[in-house]
């Protein structure tokens, strides 16, 4: 079985400030990994995925995540947030099999 | 355009009294599936379906059914709704499983009384 952590259910933050939104997984095989936002009253879209090669993967609207294989973490990063980040950001997994596997999520509230 | 969509957009109805949301993709998606979403436990997956006739449970698969008679169509039927299946519902679909990205519906809120 294969489970997501996502460790901060809100992250408050300043515009223009850095932020991480943490993501631990558990799985027995080899995954693939995504990371997944939702606007207010809208469906999810992706922000960016690590299948395979390098561990630091670049998304949509700056943000980037770095797989760490031994941490088995996937944390998503931007180095200035804007106000229209705000938004609650879902960490995935797909292993073996056909099941995706969602975190909690993270409300992201960026602040003037 | 591509997109999934979902119909209805929201929904109260009361207990026992069944229902059926549909979803339809006009991408060619072999991969369709329904999540359900619950503040504070992300989206949990009910049911999938990796091609025509071809269905299989999620997590959370008690109390729903689905079909796939039509690779466009995936529809998620409640045959006797009861409050705890009240939530917000997203139908998604992709090419094939495994790496492929996820395309999300707008989603269903379902109010069940």
């Known amino acids: 079985a294969q489970s997501v952590t996502q460790l901060d259910s809100q992250v408050p933050v300043f515009e223009e400030a850095p932020v991480e939104l943490r993501c631990n997984y558990s799985?027995?095989?080899?995954?693939?990994l995504f990371w997944y936002v939702q606007y207010p009253n809208q469906g999810l879209q992706l922000l960016l995925k690590?299948?395979?090669?390098?561990?630091l993967v670049k998304g949509i609207n700056g943000f980037e995540a770095e797989f760490n294989k031994s941490q088995t973490s996937f944390h998503l990063r931007k180095p200035s947030v804007h106000i229209s980040d705000t938004a609650e950001y879902f960490c995935?997994?797909?292993?073996?099999?056909?099941?995706?596997?969602f975190g909690g999520g993270t409300r992201l509230m960026v602040k003037p | 355009e591509a997109q999934v969509t979902q119909n209805p957009r929201y929904l109260i109805t009361v207990t026992g009294k069944k229902l059926t949301v549909t979803c339809s993709q006009n991408m060619n998606h072999e991969y369709m599936s329904w999540y359900r979403q619950d503040p504070g436990l992300g989206l949990r997956q009910i049911y999938y379906?990796?091609?025509?006739?071809?269905?299989d449970k999620g997590d959370v698969p008690e109390g729903y059914k689905v079909s796939r008679k039509e690779k466009r169509n995936f529809p998620l039927i409640l045959e006797s709704p009861s409050p705890n299946q009240t939530s917000l519902y997203f139908c998604?679909?992709?090419?094939?499983?495994?790496?492929?990205?996820?395309?999300f519906g707008p989603g269903t809120r379902l109010t069940v009384l």
């Open positions: 799985s027995s095989v080899s995954v693939y």
């Open positions: 998604a679909s992709s090419l094939i499983q495994g790496g492929d990205t996820q395309y």
């Open positions: 995935a997994v797909r292993g073996a099999g056909n099941m995706l596997t």
């Open positions: 379906s990796m091609n025509v006739e071809v269905t």
């Open positions: 690590y299948l395979s090669g390098s561990t």
